[in-house]
């Protein structure tokens, strides 16, 4: 399977363009749709530029090369836009650990994966509000027909 525009347009939404590596919200360089890589090998380094296309591209690096993990997962399409997203957020590592993963395993459609997702909210953050709003998206997604 692999990301639809509406995994791809949320995404968007929500992490926004930037040309010029900045610091993320932990101080991580991060360019272009939030990415924090160039490559596997490469780490973004602030003072690095990039275009627009090659940000969407770089972005498209990245969703392709991390759907692999949601393979072998009886997903929908909007399951797996959801979770890439998802992912795309709080990384690899994460998510293998998450007890959401473990849920979908179990049972894909089951109503309180919708609380996983929300369990992924810094609370008392200065990003709550925002990932709040993400989340609900991405759960939102994840349960539409």
Request: hydrophobic share 40%.
């Amino acid at each position: 399977m692999n990301p639809s525009i509406n995994c791809i347009n949320l995404i968007k939404q929500f992490e926004g363009y930037r040309s010029k590596a900045y610091l993320d919200a932990v101080g991580v360089p991060t360019i272009g749709y939030g990415s924090t890589m160039w490559n596997d090998a490469k780490k973004v380094k602030l003072g690095e530029t990039i275009t627009l296309d090659g940000a969407e591209k770089l972005l498209m690096w990245y969703l392709n090369k991390k759907s692999l993990i949601l393979e072998n997962l009886n997903l929908n399409q909007n399951q797996f836009d959801a979770l890439l997203s998802f992912i795309y957020n709080i990384g690899l590592t994460a998510f293998n650990k998450s007890t959401l993963l473990k849920k979908v395993k179990v049972n894909p459609n089951d109503a309180t994966i919708r609380n996983e997702f929300m369990r992924w909210v810094n609370k008392g953050s200065s990003f709550e509000k925002g990932l709040t709003r993400r989340r609900k998206a991405e759960s939102d997604l994840y349960f539409s027909v």
